[in-house]
């Protein structure tokens, strides 16, 4: 199994506070990908890293924000949580390049009341 | 617009039935993979195809890539309840973006 940890794994916060997830990654992968997963939309990319301090947007990026200042840890931050952003999230890496394969982590089931 | 469609959406079958269950684009992609999700896990890679007609076995699971490399399909003999999951397929289009694309799954159920 890739080596990737999320935490925490359930989390239930109210309404406008801010919450912080973490991913772990062991295995030295370049591109490191944030997801939120819901019924009928699937997958949806929420903003990704291609390096150290190399993140960009993805198509829900709206709400979230992210940082990487080691190649190993992805952070994913809600500013002001919102209901709409209870979730499960789940964080992703790749090798990068022609090669998409992802290896993705437990996943966080996050509440938001 | 979903540059992955999935088909069908829902499938409940009982155990020893075969099925497919189809990945259609109007895009080329360079590759793409397919994935399992088991519920309250993260999606597990199955394999990955490359090249136009290609057809990979996975035990009782044969997943193939269509010629124009614009759809695959993956066909389970003898279903099993272990193999009750969520289906997705991935993947990159030519000339696109180093980001994979999901399509929304197809959600299998195998009955005893």
């Known amino acids: 199994d890739a080596g990737i940890t999320q935490s925490p794994r359930h989390k239930v916060t109210e309404t406008g506070t801010p919450v912080t997830l973490r991913c772990h990654q062991t295995?030295?992968?370049?591109?490191m990908y944030w997801y939120r997963q819901d019924p009928g939309h699937g997958l949806r990319l929420i903003h990704y890293?291609?390096?150290?301090?190399?993140?960009d947007k993805g198509e829900v990026s709206d709400g979230y924000s992210v940082s990487r200042s080691k190649t190993e840890d992805f952070l994913l931050t809600l500013e002001s949580a919102t209901s709409s952003q209870t979730s499960v999230y789940f964080c992703?890496?790749?090798?990068?390049?022609?090669?998409?394969?992802?290896?993705f982590g437990q996943g966080t089931r996050l509440t938001v009341v | 617009t979903q540059l992955l469609e999935q088909s069908p959406q829902f499938l409940s079958i009982q155990e020893g039935e075969n099925l497919t269950v189809y990945c259609n684009s109007s895009?080329?992609?360079?590759?793409l993979q397919w994935y399992r999700q088991e519920p309250g896990e993260g999606p597990v890679l199955l394999v990955t195809?490359?090249?136009?007609?290609e057809v990979k076995k996975l035990k009782r699971l044969t997943f193939q890539f269509g010629d124009a490399r614009k759809d695959s399909s993956l066909h389970i003999t003898a279903a099993q309840p272990g193999d009750t999951g969520l289906y997705l397929c991935?993947?990159?289009?030519?000339?696109?973006?180093?980001?994979?694309?999901f399509g929304r799954g197809t959600s299998l159920i195998v009955h005893p």
């Open positions: 992703a890496i790749s090798v990068g390049g022609v090669n998409t394969e992802a290896f």
């Open positions: 295995e030295n992968h370049r591109y």
């Open positions: 890293s291609y390096g150290v301090k190399d993140t």
């Open positions: 895009s080329v992609f360079s590759s």
């Open positions: 195809v490359v090249t136009g007609g």
């Open positions: 991935a993947g990159r289009s030519s000339g696109g973006s180093y980001i994979p694309t």
